[in-house]
C-alpha cells in the first residue's frame, strides 16, 4: 500500500477494497521502520491521524464524498496546524501551538486529509539542504549521506521515501523544486497569490509560495485543485478563478507547443548530466509534437544578488516579532533588552542570523537606496525578461538545480556555493511566476535529476499538461529509493 500514488490510494479507497485506517497504519509503520535514518518529520500526529483515518472511513460508509478522503499526506513546519506543534525548524519557536489552521491546512481537512504530521525544513526555510534546521538534518532516502534539498527537505523525503502520499512545502527561492528534483518526486511552486499564504510563517512576503510534493503530476493537480483560490485573509491572494486541472490532464498533448530554451541556464557550473538528462527530456517532447525555440533571459546572472537583498530585507522586518515575549520560549536576563537579545543570540540559528544581519544593512539608512531599492529595480527587468519570453514560447524547460544532490556538510561552510543551488529557481520567485519540477533521469551515481518546466502566472494547468504528457512517455516518476 506505501508504493501507491495518491491518486491510485484514493481510487483504491473508493472501490473500497483498502481502508483509510489501513492505509494510514501502512504509512505510519513505514515512518517508524525508515524515518529514523531518513528523519523526515518533526513530529508526528499519530493518534490524530488514525482518528482522522477512522472518520474518513465512518464518512465514506455513509456515502459522504471529497476529493482528499481519507488521504494521508504530511504538512511542511512553517504552516499553522492548530494544537500541532509549529516550530519553523527553529529552537526560537520550540513548543509553539497555534490556535488556527492555515488556510491551506484547513482547506485539505475540509477535503478529507488524514494529517501524518510536520516535516522538517531549514529554520524558517532559509537554506537550499535542510541542514539549517534548529532539530536536525534531513537525509536523502536516495543516498543517506546526501542532503535532499531545501528548505522543504522534509517534505520532499517523507513522499520519495514512501512515508506520504504527497505533502506540502512552501518555495520562496526554490524551496520546493530544489528539493523535489534532489529526491525524485514532483514540485510544484504556483504563481504568486494562486494559494493563500495565511497561516505560513513567513520569511520572504513578496516571495513565499506554498506549493506540493508528490509522486506524479495527477497528483499535484488533485493536491492544487483543493489548495488553489481565492482567501479573504490574504490580501496577496488573487480572487481569480480555479481550472479544473484534473480536465487539462484529460487527453493532454503538446503538439504545437513552443518550448523554450534559455541560453543563460546552460553554462558553466552545471553538472553534465544535468544537462544532458534535461537536454533529453526536452527531446522527448520535441517527438511529440513540440517545437525548440532558443530564448534569452538577459537578468538571469542578476537573479541571486536581488533575490539575497529582497529575501533578506523582507525576512530581517518578519522575524522582527520573534523575541521571547507572544512566542515559544524566552530566555529571561531580567532586563527587556537583555532578553531580547538573549532569546534571540541563543534560539536563532546561524543561518537565520545571518539573512538577518544582511537585509537589516540593506533596509539601513544611507544603504537602502542604494540595495534594497536597486534590487527591486533589477527585479522588475528580471519579471520583464519573462513577460517578453512568454510571448514566444508557451513554457520554458530549464534544470531544476544545477547538480544532484550534494553530501551532507559539502558546502555547510561556504554559504556563497549553498546560495548558488537556487541559481535556477530565484527568478521564478522574483517574477511572480509558476514553475514545475519533474524527475527526468539519473546521474551515474543514481541520484535523481530534475526538469523544470516554467510558465506564466495562473497558468499552472498549462505547467500539469506538459509535466503529465512527459511523464506518460517516459516513466523516470515511477522509480523508488531502496531506503529500508
Given amino acids: ?165 504527497g505533502a506540502l512545502g512552501t518555495d520562496t527561492g526554490g524551496s520546493v523544486r530544489q528539493p523535489a528534483s534532489l529526491c525524485g518526486v514532483v514540485g510544484l511552486k504556483p504563481g504568486y497569490g494562486r494559494v493563500s499564504r495565511y497561516g505560513l510563517i513567513a520569511y520572504a512576503s513578496s516571495l513565499d509560495q506554498v506549493g506540493t510534493l508528490t509522486r506524479s503530476v495527477e497528483d499535484t493537480a488533485r493536491l492544487l485543485s483543493v489548495i488553489a483560490g481565492h482567501d479573504p485573509k490574504d490580501s496577496t491572494s488573487m480572487p481569480l478563478p480555479v481550472p479544473d486541472y484534473l480536465a487539462a490532464l484529460a487527453n493532454a498533448d503538446v503538439r504545437g507547443l513552443r518550448i523554450g530554451l534559455p541560453r543563460e541556464y546552460f553554462t558553466t557550473g552545471i553538472q553534465p548530466e544535468v544537462e544532458a538528462a534535461v537536454r533529453a527530456a526536452v527531446d522527448v517532447l520535441v517527438g511529440l509534437g513540440a517545437e525548440v525555440v532558443e530564448i534569452s533571459l538577459p537578468h538571469t546572472d542578476y537573479g541571486l544578488p536581488v533575490y539575497y537583498l529582497v529575501a533578506t530585507a523582507e525576512a530581517s522586518a518578519n522575524l522582527a516579532r520573534f523575541d521571547g515575549v507572544r512566542y515559544g520560549p524566552r530566555e529571561d536576563r531580567g532586563e527587556m533588552w537583555a532578553t531580547y537579545t538573549a532569546t534571540r543570540g541563543e534560539r536563532f540559528g546561524p543561518e537565520v542570523k545571518r539573512r538577518i544581519m544582511l537585509g537589516t544593512y540593506a533596509l539601513s539608512a544611507g ?79 543514481g541520484l535523481p535529476i530534475g526538469l523544470q518546466l516554467l510558465g506564466p502566472a495562473f497558468q499552472e494547468d498549462r505547467l500539469l499538461r506538459v509535466g503529465h504528457v512527459y511523464e506518460q512517455a517516459t516513466g523516470w516518476h515511477t522509480r523508488r529509493p531502496t531506503v529500508g
Fill in 1 to 165: 500500500m506505501i508504493d501507491l500514488t495518491l491518486t491510485e490510494a484514493l481510487r483504491k479507497l473508493n472501490s473500497g477494497e483498502v481502508t483509510s485506517v489501513a492505509l494510514t497504519r501502512a504509512l505510519l509503520d513505514r515512518i517508524h521502520q525508515v524515518d529514523p535514518a531518513v528523519r523526515a518529520f518533526l513530529t508526528l500526529t499519530e493518534e490524530q491521524a488514525l482518528a482522522q483515518a477512522e472518520a474518513a472511513d465512518q464518512r465514506r460508509a455513509r456515502g459522504d464524498t471529497a476529493p482528499l478522503l481519507g488521504i494521508p499526506l504530511a504538512i511542511k513546519d512553517v504552516l499553522a496546524t492548530q494544537g500541532v506543534q509549529t516550530t519553523c525548524g527553529s529552537r526560537i519557536l520550540e513548543g509553539f501551538r497555534p490556535v488556527y489552521d492555515a488556510t491551506v491546512v484547513q482547506r485539505l481537512l475540509d477535503a478529507g486529509m488524514v494529517m501524518l504530521g510536520k516535516t522538517n525544513t531549514d529554520e524558517f526555510a532559509m537554506g537550499s539542504s535542510t541542514e539549517n534546521s534548529g532539530y536536525f538534518t534531513t537525509h536523502n532516502p536516495w543516498d543517506l549521506a546526501r542532503v535532499p534539498g531545501g528548505s522543504s527537505g522534509g517534505s520532499a523525503a517523507a513522499v520519495a521515501a514512501n512515508m506520504a502520499y
Fill in 367 to 445: 544603504y537602502y537606496d542604494a540595495y534594497y531599492l536597486k534590487a527591486q529595480q533589477v527585479r522588475t527587468l528580471v519579471r520583464q525578461d519573462f513577460d517578453e519570453a512568454f510571448e514566444k514560447v508557451d513554457v520554458i524547460a530549464a534544470p531544476a538545480s544545477p547538480t544532484t544532490a550534494f553530501k551532507i556538510g559539502e558546502k555547510a561552510d561556504d554559504p556563497l556555493q549553498m546560495y548558488l543551488s537556487d541559481v535556477y529557481t530565484v527568478t521564478i520567485n522574483l517574477a511572480g511566476i509558476a514553475g514545475l519540477s519533474v524527475p527526468c533521469g539519473f546521474d551515474g551515481q
